[in-house]
């Protein structure tokens, strides 16, 4: 216990420091992006989101995940923040055997190595905020033990005050978007992801969801083995999704319907999505199955929502102008113009394109995996500037953001599918109430509460 005060103590006072720094250099940002903005000189943001973009490359942790946070949620950035933003890349550098021992005796206590049959002192994957080792258990499963770094709880909560700032700025730049809930959503979910106990019930959720689903498979986390802070379950073995990539037609699309099916069926029968749908949280086997490896960005929504998400797909698909405001207002859009309803239909016509579509198709033609949704989010921010302020839901946030991921990946593989037969195999026999069932069902199953919103 001692020792982790200590440990939390020294790394405490390098957070201070590292807070001044990103604080001072934000400031000095914030300045001179309003006298830009003042005087007119960078209206399109390009020179403020390059010197943004500058500032931030220079840190590591939980500021970079923000930021990468922030460039892939759709319609918020202006377009030239957005393009810089999406560029930063987290390349943390794994922390070496001194550290691991310390940590792990932190979280398991002084004799920690004899927990385990064998544990690899060199980290096999590093990130913003933890990394991931290979053991084996003393019954002989292959471990992946993820161990996150030291007083990440208070890095995150600087971190997250500065987002505040940061946000404020943007506002003061580009008023099209009222980003207040978008901050609150995007702290919530990483705070969330600091939670490695919650993360073994986001683990368990899933498997629970997922049992039927041959083409998907889910780690088992080791209780006895985890702790808040500390999370080891099965290793999963595959290959990365992109090894794919020159496999046959065929092939890529088993795994594109494996995809879309561990997306869309969590979604449409529990209210749950993984709201981070990155190329790196994903390993396949041999036969197309997919590996599940990451469960810290977790989004359960209330039955509503999903109601909302398949009223809009049937109103776009019958062309119900009623029907398509009454799935916005179900999800909390306020003031609805007939200029903000085109303009939320050009992104939405976007998103269930491929879902409207009865034929074998890809997600878009002609389209790069980088510049997904690019074209269509430019247009959308550009008439938003036009009618004002608006205040997208929180709950639409991460929604929209697993929404160009999961496309992004389906464009990487170059599948070809019918999206319209398997979202309405998702969605057959969709009711609230059913819905609303399950989910309580399997929350209280393994431990998790109800959604929040």
């Known amino acids: ?22 604080g001072a250099r934000l400031t000095g940002f914030a300045a001179r992006a309003g006298v830009r903005a003042l005087s007119g000189s960078d209206q399109d943001g390009a020179k403020s989101a390059q010197q ?7 840190l590591k942790g939980p500021v970079m995940k923000v930021a990468q946070m922030l460039a892939t949620v759709p319609d918020f950035l202006p377009p030239a923040f957005a393009e810089e933003l999406a560029t930063l890349q987290a390349n943390a550098p794994p922390m070496g055997p001194p550290f691991v021992r310390r940590r792990m005796s932190a979280e398991l206590g002084p ?23 290979r053991a084996v258990a003393h019954d002989g499963r292959a471990l992946a033990v993820k161990l ?33 809930d978008i901050g609150a959503e995007i702290g919530a979910r990483l705070r969330e ?16 969801i997922l049992a039927g689903e041959t083409g998907v498979h889910v780690p088992d986390a080791l209780d006895a083995l985890s702790t808040p802070r500390l999370l080891s379950m099965t290793w999963l073995d595959g290959n990365p999704m992109l090894s794919f990539k020159s496999a046959p037609q065929a092939m890529r699309n088993v795994i594109a319907t494996n995809l879309f099916r561990a997306w869309w069926h969590p979604f449409a029968r529990h209210a749950v999505i993984h709201g981070d749908p990155h ?18 960005c977790i989004r359960i929504f209330q039955p509503a929502f999903v109601a909302g998400v398949i009223g809009l797909y049937k109103a776009l698909r019958e062309d119900d102008r009623k029907a398509q405001i009454a799935a916005y207002q179900t999800w ?5 113009s007939p200029e903000l309803i085109d303009t939320l239909n050009i992104w939405a016509r976007f998103i269930y394109g491929p879902l409207l579509d009865d034929r074998v198709r890809s997600v878009a033609d002609g389209v790069a995996p980088g510049d997904y949704g690019r074209a269509e ?27 160009i991921g999961l496309g992004s990946v389906f464009l990487h593989l170059k599948a070809e599918l019918n999206f319209f037969q398997l979202f309405n195999e998702a969605i057959e026999g969709f009711t609230v109430k059913a819905l609303a069932a399950r989910q309580k069902r399997a929350l209280a199953e393994v431990g998790l509460p109800q959604a929040e919103d």
């Open 377 to 403: 989010a430019s247009e959308v921010h550009g008439r938003l500037r036009r009618l004002g302020p608006v205040k997208p839901p929180r709950a639409f946030v991460f929604m929209d953001r697993a929404a």
């Open 148 to 180: 996150q770094y030291p007083d990440m709880q208070s890095a995150v909560a600087a971190d997250l005050k500065q987002l505040t700032f940061a946000l404020s700025v943007f506002r003061r730049l580009d008023r099209s978007i009222d980003t207040s």
């Open 52 to 58: 943004l973009k500058a500032v931030l490359g220079r």
């Open 332 to 336: 909390g859009f306020g003031e609805l």
């Open 111 to 133: 004799d920690w190595a004899t927990k385990f049959k064998s544990f690899d002192m060199n980290a096999a994957a590093a990130a913003s905020l933890g990394q991931v080792h």
């Open 193 to 208: 992801e600091l939670d490695y106990d919650r993360e073994r019930r986001h683990m368990a959720l899933y498997r629970h």
């Open 279 to 296: 190329l790196g949280n994903y390993s396949v086997r041999r036969d197309g199955s997919l590996n599940l490896l990451d469960f810290g």
């Open 1 to 22: 216990m001692a020792q982790k005060r200590d440990e939390e103590r020294s790394t405490g006072l390098k957070r201070a420091g590292r807070y001044a720094k990103v």
